[in-house]
């Protein structure tokens, strides 16, 4: 489809509401590539044109567009600003070779222009800053520039400035090729200039002795080696717009044509048979691709978005995939246009284009011998456990939500095969309530919610025994088992063979361990006093035991259980009988161990403002939390390290956002298993016999 050395492949990303939507479209209008005037406060957005998007008015998933200018060839992703759909903006970051952070001018650095910079950081692209919103009012450009290099350094250095702001926003003077009338900058480009070639030829030794010699580098030598500072990140551009009145777009177009990133000037990493390999942006080069975004539309026509690093594609080529058994034949290229699409002939090295209704192909799908790194994305930690309001739909529901799964890579959907309850979980409420608008509209499928129940576990503290005799006389053959039992708690990450071998048990003939629940169960019985061939259906009778609980209903674990005595009748005992006994027995004695309900603590990193630390020590404590410490985060910005109940985190964004006024963001993983305070299990446990009582 072209020179590779010509395309720009560009991400627009930042926090929401800076601009980044209109900015795309006013490329679109601007460039003559489309002839009407989109807008999103008029809902014909070429890149917000899902129903939702107009209905909300901020983009929920990313948009591909394509324009030509100045003899370059653009793909821009237009991507959400919301930390809620991160998982669209990092696809595209991994999409592309130059990321544009755009900034609003009068809001300057949020949480999310923070995430996707360090995103892009990660992802080893090319980064410009494009302020925007420079016609807006109470706009301090001199500050806002000072907090951008306090953030990210000096390397962040302006290419232009703004004339003027707000109502008097006229344009922008370049810094680098300084104009002879500076009149009305609100920085005179003048004072740059030195720190901006500085920041250039910093990447080549000679051309920088040269120039503090007094050797001024040519225009030649400035535009070879801005691209060079940009890729090696000694360089940050920063260029200034108004993207609603198209004052400086042109300017922001012949930055990204000047210092941003074509395909040719970076190479990827790529592995094959074990060996990594750096890949070069060739249309003669080994075939290298990925599927970065899937979308499905509402005529379930799934849409999968390809990136081209090596090699060529066209239609009914045969290639490997990573996501298919055997070779697939490529369909018909496209390219898009917001939601329209448009046939190509073929994608070279460099290219991006999408390709319809291949099942085969997954985001993250790789073509050719050769395997990228992965994309990691955000764990989503905000769970709703989601049913049908029809009954029947339950089917319909799986199919509707799995295709939420292809979409969205931070959307996870599982069954909990303790609750027995389906778990949707992604990066905050607002992101869930819009796959719900999605699920209403596009699957016509309405849904019920509820924060989904804890998955607590069962243990005992002391050590107990007991027996149980199960016998039963109605006529006929009979049941009879007797079964006697020592039980103790069993610590995570003890020796089973060491315990088995060394611990009280009387004569040990026989021990089964479940690894998943620490269960171990040993067979002492001396005599024949219980006959061997009724043992494993007393080791079923634990089984279910353990899999149903005792005194609330959830899984049991951490515990050990000797069999070491029992009776039998030669005629009416049976499997069923012993089994019986078995878990009658377990039940009578665990009751008299100090049963116990066991929580899941997680370990939760909360990132805020410095001024804020001391609010998150404040409300750990209040939740039972305990903080093990802090690291620095960037800027004025601290992580707090904390573990805590899940119990107590299920709704913490909404009270982390209202603390740091939305400045703070969160992870979480599982640490471990604890055990749960007398008065909470309390609680707990007369909440799980009313619902046991109510399913009666």
Known sequence: MGDVKSIRNVALVGHGSSGKTTMADSFLTMTKTVSSNP??????????????????????????????FGGKRFNVIDTPG??????????????????????????????????????????????MICISKMDADNINFEELISSIQEMWGARCVPLNVPVGCGADFKGVLNTLKVPADTSGALIDPSTINERLIESIIEVDEQVMERYFEGTVPTDEELSRLAVQAVREGTLIPIVCCSAKKQIGLDEVLEA???????????????????????????DEGPLVARVFRTRIDPFVQKLSFIRVYSGRLKRDDQVTCSTARRGIKIGQLMRAQGEATSPVDYAGAGDIVCVAKMEELHTGSMFGEYALEPVSYPVPMVSLAVSPKSRGDETKLSGALNKVVEEDP???????????????????ELHLTIIQEKLKRRDKLEVETKEPRIAFRETIQAEAEGMYRHKKQSGGRGQFGEVHIRMMPLPR?????????KSRFNAIKEYHYDENANFLWVDSVVGGVIPGNFMPAIGKGFAERIANGVISGYPVQDLCV???FGK????????????????MAFRQVFEKARPSLLEPIVKLAVT?????VGDVYSDMSGRGGRVSGTDPAGGSFITVNCEIPLREVTTYARSLSSMTGGMGSYTMEFSHYDVMPPNVQQEVIAKAKLEDEEDE
């Not at 999103?40 to 998933?61: L, M, Q, R, T």
């Not at 755009?102 to 222009?113: D, K, L, M, R, Y």
């Not at 990450?493 to 071998?501: D, S």
């Open 562 to 564: 000797e069999v070491h």
């Open 39 to 68: 807008s999103v406060d008029a809902g014909n957005s070429i890149c917000d044109f899902d129903p939702e998007e107009k209905s909300h008015k901020y983009s929920i998933e990313a948009a591909n567009t394509y324009f030509e």
């Open 256 to 282: 990204i044509a000047m210092c941003g990133l074509s395909p040719a000037d970076r190479s990827v990493s790529a592995t094959k048979d074990g060996a990594t390999v750096e890949i070069e942006a060739r």
């Open 82 to 127: 919301y930390p809620d759909f991160v998982g669209h903006a990092i696809s595209a970051i991994n999409a592309v070779d130059t990321v544009v952070i755009v900034v609003n001018a009068q809001s300057g650095i949020e949480v999310n222009t923070r995430r996707v910079f360090t995103e892009a950081e990660k992802a080893g692209v090319g980064r």
């Open 493 to 501: 990450g003890t020796k089973i063979e060491e315990f088995a071998v």
């Open 608 to 612: 805020v403002p410095e001024a804020n």
């Open 410 to 428: 931070t959307f996870k959907l599982d069954r909990d095969p303790q609750t027995k309850e389906l778990v949707m979980t992604g990066m905050s």
């Open 568 to 583: 039998h009748h030669p005629v009416d005992s049976s499997e069923a009988a012993f089994k019986t006994a078995a878990r």
